[in-house]
Nanobody, 125 residues
């Protein structure tokens, strides 16, 4: 079992920055793919950024490349999502999720067994 607590959302203006945090606890040694997803009303949940905590490999959706950075603090078991140059289309509830490093590509939602409760990000123009 893995427990995830995500936080750091808020209401900001276009161009502002936010940093989301995902604190992981439990059997983190098995579920080493940590991915941030987001979902806005009426849309499917989409993968935004992922990090494989074993080797540090990262992946990003095209929509956030160059603006978002995913990173990890292994000592604290925290995964961060630094979001810069935010746009109104980034408005969504953001969730961190943990899954095995295998079992599908990084954005393959069914491979993620454990999810945080979500944190709301609202970007106004």
């Amino acid at each position: 079992q893995v427990q995830l607590v995500d936080s750091g959302g808020g209401s900001v203006q276009t161009g502002d920055s936010l940093r989301l945090s995902c604190v992981a606890s439990g059997d983190t040694a098995t579920y080493t793919a940590i991915t941030w997803f987001r979902q806005s009303p009426g849309k499917e949940r989409e993968a935004v950024a992922s990090i494989y905590t074993g080797g540090g490999t990262t992946y990003y959706a095209d929509s956030v490349k160059g603006r978002f950075t995913i990173s990890k603090d292994n000592a604290k078991n925290v995964i961060y999502l630094q979001m810069n140059s935010l746009k109104p289309e980034d408005t969504a509830t953001y969730y961190c999720a943990a899954g095995p490093p295998n079992g599908g590509v990084w954005f393959f939602t069914p491979k993620y067994r454990f999810w945080g409760q979500g944190t709301q990000v609202t970007v106004s123009s």
